[in-house]
């Protein structure tokens, strides 16, 4: 997409993110899912990249939490920290799981794809052989590809003397409103 397209938001995580360097840790994001007994539940995912202007991908496993919480709510929230540029983004959405996957799939390393043929993620320790890679890793029900469609995206940017902090929410186009720190 044409960068000048791009929500204003976008292009301050753009920013944000370049400060970051090489650092991995800047594609590691927080997701918040609500669970079935209305609990908050969060866990760091990677950032797979944007598939719309206003989307975001996430590679889980079909058999996660988190993946049954989004079947049953698929409000999300996720938060994502620069420490560079002191800088946090708090971004609420809706998540939708892309069915057609195997271009995501065919993305991954050797190393990668075999997380997907572990055992039940979050049951009781399997046995070491159940962790074997197969010959063929070839694209398993359990990959999953979560789309997280924006709403809402919230910035707090630590600075002297007085902090910003700005929101922008999605009506017709993007609306920008200034806040309280
Ligand atoms: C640095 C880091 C990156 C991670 N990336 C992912 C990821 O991209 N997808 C994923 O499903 N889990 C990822 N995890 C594991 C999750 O944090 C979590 O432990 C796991 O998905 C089970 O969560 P759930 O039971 O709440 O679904 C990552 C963990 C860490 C520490």
Sequence with gaps: MNEVNLPEWRLAIKSSNHKE??????RWIQIATTSKDNFPR?????FRGWSE???????????????????????VELLWLFPKSKCQYRLKGEAYEIKENKKF????????KATWFWPNPGGKLSTRSAYDTPKKLELPRTFAVI??????VELLKLERPIHKRCCWSKQKGWNRIEMNP
Aim: hydrophobic content about 30%; cysteine-free.
């Design 21 to 26: 360097g090489k650092s991995v840790s800047k």
């Design 42 to 46: 969060l866990r760091t995912v990677v």
């Design 147 to 152: 789309e997280v469609k924006m709403n809402y």
């Design 105 to 112: 799939w065919d993305t991954l390393s050797e190393n990668s």
């Design 53 to 75: 202007a206003h989307s975001m991908l996430i590679y889980t496993d079909r058999r996660s939490e988190k993946f049954n919480d989004i079947n049953i709510n698929n409000n």
